[in-house]
């Protein structure tokens, strides 16, 4: 008798759902989180339920394309990255050369 084993072949890749990849399945996931609540306040304040319901609708398909669009303009590590390069001085001087002495 053979014993066959499954071997998993998505190691080392990316997360992706759908086609959002890494951080952009949380901010998803946070954005409808905000509009759930959103919606719950327009309803206890006494809003027609019917406006309530197509600001969110209206809403939810802005985030969708827009986060949509940051995971495919960016993928996985491109926001980070481009965030990071702000940070990172374009000159720099230095007015000593003990920088540059070997010891």
Known sequence: MSVVYNINKNINKPVEFKGLKAQYIW???GGLL???VLFAFLYICG???FICLGLILLLGAGLFIHIYGLSHKY???GMMKKIAKKGVPTILKAY???Y???K
Do not use: A, D, I, Q
């Open 47 to 49: 809003v027609n339920p």
């Open 100 to 102: 540059f002495l070997v």
């Open 96 to 98: 000593s050369r003990k």
């Open 27 to 29: 901010y998803l996931g």
């Open 34 to 36: 905000v509009l759930l």
């Open 75 to 77: 993928g996985e590590h």
